[in-house]
């Protein structure tokens, strides 16, 4: 079974619906694997955003994902990586189909409620990042 890793951002958590987007993943047939609210600090979210270090959007996306607790975890189920995806919409919000977490919950790329990993490889590395290896 592959492994994904899915985060609530702070404005996602902040909006009440961790056990909204928790349920869609539930209904959907993943496994919950782990799960953690935490604060992120200043150094894991730049690694975590390391790819981003460059683009023009980067301190702000530092900043908001920071900026209040996340609700961090691991889901489990047949290509959970691209399935997730699926669940979570596009990554702006204004392209987001009507049904996914990003298409019924947010408007703005800046603060699209929810984060899920973009690759296989992606997402062993965030698993090591935020879990622990
Ligand atoms: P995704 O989260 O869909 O994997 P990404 O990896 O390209 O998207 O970008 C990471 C996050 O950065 C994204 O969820 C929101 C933010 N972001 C992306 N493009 C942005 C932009 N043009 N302006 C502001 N924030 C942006
Ligand atoms: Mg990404």
Redesign the pocket.
């Known amino acids: 079974m592959e492994q994904t890793f899915v985060m609530v951002k702070p404005d996602g958590v902040a909006k009440g619906i961790i056990g909204e987007i928790v349920s869609r993943f539930e209904k959907k047939g993943f496994t919950l694997a782990q799960g953690k609210v935490m604060t992120i600090p200043t150094e894991l979210a730049e690694r975590h955003?390391g790819?981003?270090r460059e683009?023009?959007?980067f301190g702000?996306?530092v900043e908001f994902i920071t900026s209040g607790p996340v609700f961090a975890m691991v889901w489990e189920g047949a290509d959970a990586v691209k399935n997730a995806?699926a669940l979570?919409g596009?990554?702006?919000p204004s392209e987001a189909a009507p049904g996914t977490i990003r298409g019924d919950y947010a408007l703005d790329?800046?603060s699209?409620i929810v984060?899920?990993s973009?690759s296989p490889e992606s997402a062993q590395r965030e698993i090591a990042l935020f879990f622990g290896a």
Do not use: S
Request: hydrophobic share 25%.
């Open positions: 955003y790819e981003h683009r023009p959007f702000e996306l995806r979570i596009k990554t702006n790329v800046a699209n984060h899920g973009d």
